[in-house]
């Protein structure tokens, strides 16, 4: 891959102050991820995972080391550089959808729109836009809890990209669907990537999940321990097309 390096940490640590304990969540990560790379973080329970996420999603700091996003030194910036920034490069799907359930898709959807001061109009549109292309035009008006956990999460994809990010983080954005419905995610996901070129980043628990990736990344007590491209990626799409139909032959 030639892409421009979007994400370059330099022997990043975390350690978390917990009363008297210290706990060593990263031990010094080195890491390059070029722009249009989809990439897949494994790794046990405690590993590092979000810790690693929320670093490069600019919701936490480093405590050692250094962080370029897109070649700028990202380390050691004010809380409130860092929400301008994740608002305007970033967005984050997670593993429990985290839409407003009293508000509708649309609203939900426009939410980043109005941290960024877009005006009334252009945040409509653009919401049903990114609405549309999760294939959601029909449900502008519904509540999350009126949806099933598939299309909140598509809502919630929706809502990542509506600011064209160019880099999207998810945490374990399958972790709570079954089977068939995580790779309708992951065929989202990976148009993500193919069709607008975003950067990807998913952590998943799911061995299935990360074959849909192109490299993946497996962490341990906070160190990387291999980072290797995915030998013949999967195309969830082909694999959905692939599956036969429920209720098919069945009266
Ligand atoms: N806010 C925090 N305060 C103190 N310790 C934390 C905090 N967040 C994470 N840790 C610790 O840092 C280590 C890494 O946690 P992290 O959440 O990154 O793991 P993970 O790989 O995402 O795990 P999981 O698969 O369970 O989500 C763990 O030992 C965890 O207990
Ligand atoms: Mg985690």
């Known amino acids: 891959m030639s892409g421009k390096t979007v994400i370059l940490l330099e022997n990043v640590k975390k350690i978390y102050q917990l009363g008297e304990t210290r706990v060593f969540a990263l031990k010094g990560i080195n890491l390059t991820i070029r722009e249009g790379e989809m990439v897949a973080v494994m790794g046990s329970s405690g590993s590092g995972k979000s810790t690693l996420l929320n670093i490069m999603g600019c919701l936490d700091r480093p405590t050692a080391g250094i962080y370029y996003l897109d070649g700028e030194n990202v380390s050691q910036l004010a809380k409130s550089r860092l929400a301008r920034i994740r608002n305007k490069r970033i967005g984050f799907v997670f593993q429990g959808f985290n839409l407003l359930g009293r508000t509708t898709v649309l609203a939900n959807v426009q939410l980043p729109l109005i941290y960024a001061g877009a005006g009334k109009k252009e945040m409509a ?125 069945q009266i």
């Open 125 to 249: 549109e653009r919401a049903k836009e990114a609405l549309a292309w999760v294939g959601l035009s029909d449900y502008l008006e519904h509540y999350p809890s009126q949806m099933s956990g598939g299309q909140q999460q598509r809502v919630a994809i929706a809502r990542a990209l509506v600011n064209n990010p160019s880099l999207i983080l998810a945490d374990e954005p399958t972790g709570s669907l079954d089977s068939k419905t995580s790779i309708e995610i992951m065929a989202v996901i990976q148009r993500l990537y193919l069709e607008k070129g975003i950067t990807v980043i998913i952590v998943t628990h799911e061995r299935e999940i990360s074959q849909y990736c192109r490299r993946l990344i497996k962490l341990k007590d906070g160190r990387i321990t291999e980072d290797t491209p995915v030998m013949n990626p999967r195309n969830a799409a082909e694999d959905l097309a692939a599956m036969p139909d429920e209720g098919e032959g």
